[in-house]
């Protein structure tokens, strides 16, 4: 293997640790990190490779970061092999003090010699800061190694500082002729196992959202009764908010969001609702739901964007569902 796809493999494996954070991460991102020392070590292992004498993720927020937890678990008698080893991190290191001391400080104390990033930060306090401090001890840094994947897992988190509002996710279910209801009355599309589904994605965003007549018609609880996790927080786009008065409003009420710290937000309202964020061109995200069945007439299902790719298709219980992003 060479140091590319050495990196990678151990960047993987900082994703794979950092998805653990996703429920108490919150509203910090989830990390992974971990620590490889050159071959020969103690463990032995596959020439070129390394070992790994270390790793943690970020679990909680307001505990120690993926960084603290993985030097926190390296043995002592494995402390002489820091000045060798390369910390892998699939965010760069905080530099700054906030519920806890800057990440980059303990790196540097710790001597490593090598620091690989999956991806910059974009809170405003850290910004290259941390890996700029780095480089300046004399530590070689690495940065951008699996950047995508990096990003990718804290899509939320980068939209919120980055566009300085919420993620938005808009999802509705519909039949196969495209039609959202059945002459206006609710009409069961998802099946057991897709409405499942439905209630673990709920369980990874900030807020849930409908409009005034989805609430009022079908009265739902807008919960993750059947998964496990925390409720969004729920919200009603009625009167005060009006979608029918366009893009302002929609601003208005993401601003409010943003002010509030809510990092994402799902739109599940009726046509009307999840048009609006379409004609205004607030959305990150489309999962579209289609089951076999058809009806003679109905509420249409919204108009996908123009700009809408298809990036993710799976089927379940005979229903297709679609994923689109820009």
Not at 224 to 244: A, D, I
Request: with cysteine.
């Amino acid at each position: 293997m060479n140091q590319q796809e050495i990196d990678e493999m151990y960047m993987r494996r900082c994703l794979q640790l950092a998805r653990n954070g996703m429920q108490n991460a919150k509203p910090n991102p989830m990390v992974g990190a971990v620590i490889v020392v050159p071959n020969p070590s103690p463990r032995g292992g596959q020439e070129g490779v390394g070992s790994i004498i270390g790793e943690g993720y970020h679990v909680c927020c307001g505990e120690g970061h993926a960084e603290v937890n993985a030097f926190a678990s390296v043995r002592p008698e494995d402390e002489p092999l820091l000045k060798d080893a390369t910390i892998y991190v699939s965010l760069e290191p905080c530099a700054h003090y906030g519920k806890t001391p800057p990440c980059c400080d303990l790196i540097i104390k710790k001597g490593v010699k090598r620091c690989v990033v999956g991806c910059v930060d974009p809170f405003a306090k850290v910004q290259g800061r941390g890996i700029q401090k780095i480089r300046e001890a004399g530590i070689e840094v690495t940065v951008g190694v699996l950047e995508k994947e990096c990003k990718a897992l804290n899509k939320c988190f980068f939209t919120y500082h980055e566009k300085h509002r919420p993620f938005i996710l808009l999802k509705w279910a519909q039949t196969e002729n495209g039609f959202i209801d059945n002459q206006g009355k609710a009409l069961a599309i998802s099946t057991p196992y897709t409405k499942m589904l439905v209630h673990k994605l709920r369980s990874e965003y900030d807020a849930i959202l409908v409009g005034r007549v989805t609430d009022e018609r079908e009265h739902p609880q807008l919960n993750v009764r059947e998964w496990c996790g925390k409720n969004p927080k729920r919200m009603v786009l009625g009167s005060t908010l009006n979608p029918s008065r366009g893009e302002g409003s929609l601003n208005t009420l993401l601003t409010s969001l943003y002010q509030d710290g809510i990092q994402s937000i799902m739109v599940e309202g009726g046509r009307k609702t999840l048009q609006s964020f379409i004609d205004a061109g607030l959305w990150d995200e489309i999962r579209v739901e289609t089951a076999p069945m058809t009806v003679a007439e109905g509420t249409p299902a919204p108009q996908l964007p123009m700009d809408a790719r298809l990036y993710q298709q799976e089927e379940w219980e005979g229903n297709i569902l679609c994923w689109y992003s820009r």
